[in-house]
């Protein structure tokens, strides 16, 4: 079995093996291995190419970009999406515009260690995918399964643009998988996570699971909910759920982030405005609640969706 | 560095295209510092017809401390110029046509209308090309030379400009601190040209001296006189073989007063009329004229034809410019990314 966090960690040394362009620069991800571990043991099997950072982020990104114009394939690592803040500049101002303003592609990954996990706080919970895809130039990926961790970290360090990696803390542990993928959907395409005929959720990274979940128990009372999986949320496969909402005549946008202009609202704006005949009800969607991330596990789990908070909103789509 | 050939056409006598006596190195030196000026000028008035989109900044009062930065690194090595560096680029090796290209929107620049002015650059030729945030340049040279350690490049140096001003921002920390750790060869320019825009020194820091920050980097420190050529070739041709020689990353600090509005709109009213009779508002053009006449290095004829040349090369680059196709919506690809096969679902 291999979890989610170790197959970011091999789809880093795979990229290590396979590319001489690509090197990890990060804080602690060195002989200490990061702070989750996702670089554990790549320093010493690649020598001088996994490199401790000091505590800066926007000279971290800055550096990763001056080594993108000079051919490298840096991979960043932000101990925490959060701090990604510090270096929030240097992404979106100067790697996000180099190639539409000088033809020079800007091929960096940047990790954010993504997404609230119990006890964590407003400091060290946020989900920062929406502000990112907010601007022209990046991609960004919201992998939610271990297949996806692995293939879509290996084609982010593959693809010329600036990717923001979004991988979520909550799944390093709980998810795993029989093996490492050996085929891979590609970056823009999303995923039917489950096949259903009365609602569609819309969603990505760890909310997958919680509507699966839903989706489940949904099932004993004889609804049958289909769930697609975004995967990347800049690109964003509209086909994809306009084909699943022409099935169901029904969405519910799913996403652990603030609701203010994020994924969610992107997702509905698209619905509405591409396939608006195909909705039998209004569209909804669910967010967490628009505070900071809390601290106490007690007000945490009503803060982000969870199964039943989701499993409320589809009854309520359904009678709609 | 050496001025390439095929960057300036006609600009410079081959035999003066190798700095190989200091005499030589200050002549070339002054006659980017001459051709700077020129295109500033031309630009400030084309600007003051109306004929320029975007801000003005100019390099005047700036000149020697850009052209000993640009003149004292080679082909190959990387350059990082900020708002007033009309000369470094030159002296690095940025065509004249670049110049007027950029700044007229002309479709043939570098930057095809997407951005314009002293946003130019030809990051793969080494001249990155700023944003507007001042110290973020810093970490992206940074970035050039540990790329350049990680291939096994070896000998070469980057050099970013940036103001007094710049100094108080946490990207000029992180990148400085950065670079001192990873020992980086890195040339940090800093024109303490005593005001950020219209922000004396006074409240800008409360060091006694921007240089004294060197140490608490762990870092070669050099003060200059800014006004002063011959100073700032000394110095930055020092600093620069410092770096290359694997010293590690070196601050220059250099004293003068920006003899300009902060950009074209602005008047420097704010500026202490004592300043500007100070010995930091010499201005460093005249001074390195002075210089050269007075060692009789050449005579003012001379001189006198190295300027009639230089505007000349300014209305060709112009007069060539004007005649270019300018940028057309209608054939702009509006999509930011490298990828084409990610281009789907990518934009609303």
Known sequence: MITYLE???????????????????G????AFGGAFKATKGLAKEFPGRVIDSPLSEDAIIGSAIGAAIEGMRPIIEMQFADFSTVGFNQIVNQAATLHWRTNVPCPITVRLPSGGTSGAGPFHSQSMEALYAHYPGLIVMTPATVE????????????????????????YYHLKAESLPTEAVPTGKARLARAGRDATIV?????????????????????????????????????????????????????EAWPWGGVTAEVIARVATEGFGLLDAPPMRLNAKDTPVPYHPNLWGTHRPTAKTIAIALRRLLAA | ????????????????????????????????????????????????????????????????????????????????????????RLAFGESLLDCTRTYLGSRLGPMRGRDGNVHRGRPREGLLAMISHLGAMIPVVAGTL?????????????????????????????????????????????????????????????????????????????????????????????AVTRARAGRGPQLVVASLLRLAGHGEHDDASYVDPALRESALG??????????????????????????ESAAQQVEDALATTMREPLPDPNQEDWCALASPHLKDGYAE
């Open chain 2, 146 to 238: 540990l790329a350049r350690r990680y291939q096994g490049i070896i000998g070469t140096v980057g050099a970013a400009s940036i103001g007094e001003g710049g100094t108080s921002t946490g990207a000029f920390h992180e990148a400085l601190n950065l670079a001192a750790v990873e020992k980086l060869p890195l040339v940090l320019v800093v024109a303490n040209n005593q005001y950020s825009y219209s922000t004396p020194n006074s409240r800008q820091f409360a060091c006694a001296d921007l240089i004294d920050r060197a140490i608490g980097y762990g870092v070669d420190g050099h003060s200059v006189d800014g006004t002063d050529l011959g100073a700032c070739l000394d110095v930055l041709g020092e």
């Open chain 1, 7 to 25: 197959a970011i960690r091999e789809a880093q040394a795979r990229a290590l093996a396979d590319d001489p362009r690509v090197y990890i620069y």
């Open chain 2, 282 to 307: 010499r201005d460093c053009l005249r001074v390195a004229e002075q210089q050269i006449l007075a060692e009789r290095w050449a005579d003012a004829e001379t001189v006198a034809t190295w300027r």
């Open chain 1, 148 to 171: 996806d961790a692995y293939s879509m970290l290996l084609e982010a360090v593959a693809i010329d643009d600036p990717v923001i990696f979004c991988e979520h803390k909550y799944l």
């Open chain 2, 1 to 88: 560095m050496v001025p390439a050939a095929e960057a300036l056409p006609h600009t410079i006598e081959p035999h003066l295209m190798t700095s190989e006596s200091p005499q030589r190195l200050y002549i070339d030196a002054f006659r980017w510092m001459l051709l700077a000026r020129i295109v500033d000028d031309r630009i400030a008035t084309l600007y003051r017809s109306g004929k320029i989109q975007g801000g003005v900044f100019l390099g005047r009062g700036q000149e020697a401390l850009s052209v000993a930065t640009g003149i004292s690194l080679r082909k190959g090595d990387v350059f990082a110029p900020l708002i007033r560096d009309q000369g470094g």
């Open chain 1, 27 to 30: 804080q602690d991800v060195g």
């Open chain 1, 203 to 255: 969603t990505y990274s760890a909310m997958v699971h919680e509507s699966l979940a839903c989706a489940e128990e949904l099932a004993t009372e004889g609804w049958e909910i289909e769930v697609i999986d975004l995967r990347s949320i800049k690109p964003l496969d509209t086909d994809t759920v306009l084909a699943s909402v022409a099935r169901t005549g029904r969405l519910l946008a799913v996403g």
